[in-house]
């Protein structure tokens, strides 16, 4: 098992910055992928950006440019830059953990950003 604490969420004024973070334990040996996605009111879950054991990355179009995901291994978090948040950014966050070889997946309770003036 792995439990997933994010933290950081918050209401932030259009141009604004935000860093969330998630907080990985338990059996994270077996995690090959991390990620971070989003989910609005009225809309799925979509991703956001995910980064591989091997530190390649992928942002989502909507957010490239301002969004940055990372990790510090040492410390088994997951963090997420965000920058020039717009109010479409709004949404709740979820960290997301995966392992393609046991196919398990895992989330965390989800942070609220809030971006609005």
């Known amino acids: 098992q792995v439990q997933l604490v994010e933290s950081g969420g918050g209401l932030v004024q259009p141009g604004g910055s935000l860093r969330l973070s998630c907080a990985a334990s338990?059996?994270?040996?077996?995690?090959?992928?991390m990620g971070w996605y989003r989910q609005a009111p009225g809309k799925g879950r979509e991703l956001v950006a995910v980064?591989?054991?091997?530190?390649?990355?992928n942002v989502a179009d909507s957010v490239k440019d301002r969004f940055t995901i990372s990790r510090d291994s040492a410390n088994n978090t997951l963090y997420l830059q965000m920058n020039s948040l717009k109010p479409e950014d709004t949404a709740v966050y979820y960290c997301?953990?995966?392992?393609?070889?046991?196919?398990?997946?895992?989330w965390g309770q989800g942070t609220q950003v809030t971006v609005s003036s």
């Open positions: 997301n953990a995966r392992s393609t070889r046991s196919g398990n997946n895992y």
């Open positions: 338990g059996s994270i040996f077996s995690i090959n992928f």
């Open positions: 980064i591989t054991s091997g530190e390649r990355t």
